[in-house]
């Protein structure tokens, strides 16, 4: 075999038999608990692990740091191919307590003796098999100790024993038992012990060996790759084979000039790639590249065979020239109509909602002042509880606040409430407060401003003309009132039919999608509270909250104020 040993159970009946009956192996641990400073010795160009550390509560997983420079670190438990430069000291914190280990990585050619396949092993599944420890025919083997990755093998749950340097395994488990070993060997040089850290690498192979052809997975045969001329092209052939114990597997690649089988050339082919096997079979991939496609190369066929110990399987193949569509007049025309195309139906789908948002940041303001009666209409909900607290506090006098803003936030503000006065005032009633007394901003309201007993949707659309700006307080309540909704609704098809007429939402709820209920708004309304503008209010908010609330609402305000005539 190419790689490592097989090892056979029938070679070594009296070994394994008397290894294995009614032995157990002693227990040992990885690093000392009371070695404060270990030196470990690996070879460079094999696989290495730092070791991990054992307490009382099992492994400790630790990160050994090169000390003095900014070189490397390792997780211990982690394996890498030991490299010279990795030589130098670690170490390591453990709770309160630090442990150091020198590394030395040494070259193959120092070692006594030293066997080019001796790192790995082949172990027959269902059978028992051994692993020997690098270099234990020229090495005192009296101490040698056997883990699998981090763990000892004394610790896990199989029917080991070492003797003479021999990892004994009692019987092979499949992959169970394939992987990494490390053998420990400990010598003491000049006072100093090191531990010798070798790996071996195990493979488990199936008991009985099939005796079948190689399976070639792909191509198929009689099939057509499609190639474009003037580039490069891979031939590929993937295959099957079954487990052997001598390698001979063996996958080519050949050219039939003209088509013809008995005319054939074999072809530069890379380096063939063999994945891992699992278990019964493994696959070998070869390739052969063509640097360039030519149209001599459609007029050849190609043929790949792999072949075994039992026989050979081929399969044959054709190129192809590749169609090509060529897209530099039809693609660079449908192109451009696909995205006109999508644009025009965003725009359609979305025509009104970006009229809306175009009115109200763009448009406002260009109207002539003297057609305007009011700077501000306020639509909201009269509720009972509203009336009630009609009567609550008043302004705070003028030797109060220093500003009308710090006057405002004292009255609206809860926390400034002092004992035994009345509950803060409505939106509805601190709005009119600061638009009319503070900031000097005419309101129109309904129930105030037009004549008891006339009809309403006029009453509506004559208030709206005369305003600069709409501002709706909207609730759920707001939203469950026909006549609400209608001013929104009138106000929101005035903006569109180029009226100079602002819109402000205030949502006076803590979650403004919670207040959209039944019955169902009209469509005209739903679609215009997602995109026009608003502002958030919540009672109770702090005054660093509202004073926010107040810079933003005041931005939001027309610049120019009405002329106050009458309006008779």
Known sequence: MKTGHVLFLSIFPIVLEGCCVGNHPEKHTGLQQDAAHQHYRAVEGESFMMPCITSVNGHINVVWSRTGDEGPSFDCGKVFPADAKHSGKYSCLTGSRELFLHLQVVERTSLRCFQSEESKVELINSAGGEIPCPGRNCSDNTDVRWYKGNVS????????CVKDGLLHLCEVKGKYDAGVYFCDRRTVEQGVTWTIRRAVEAKVIPHKTTSNHPRIMYPVDNMKEEVELGLAHNLTCEVLFPYENTFSAEVLWYRNVGGNKESMTLLDMERQQQRSPIMEE???????IIKEVTQKHLEHTYTCVASNTVGKHSVTIRLKRKIQVKWSLVGYSIAPLVLVAGLGIILHVKWLELQI??????????????????????????????ADLEGGRTLSSPSG?????????????????EEGEAPQRPLHVLLQQVLEERWGYRLCLLERDFLPGGAYTNDVVLAIQRSQMLICLLSADYLCSSNAVFVLETGVQALLQNSAVKILLIWTGRDAASLVQDPPLPSLVQRALKVLPRLNWTSGKPARATEEFLRFLRKAMPDRRVKLVSLV
Not at 282 to 288: D, L, P, T, V
Not at 362 to 373: A, R, S, T, W, Y
Not at 403 to 417: G, K
């Open 153 to 160: 093998v004394s610790e896990l749950s199989r029917d080991t």
């Open 282 to 288: 493994y696959e070998i991939i070869q390739r052969s």
């Open 357 to 386: 948002i175009y009115r109200s940041h763009f448009q406002h303001g260009k109207h002539d002042g003297d057609e305007k009666k009011f700077d501000v209409f306020l639509s909201y909900v009269w509720s009972p509880t509203s």
């Open 401 to 417: 606040p220093d500003t009308a803003e710090e006057a405002c936030l004292s009255s609206m503000d809860p926390l400034n409430t």
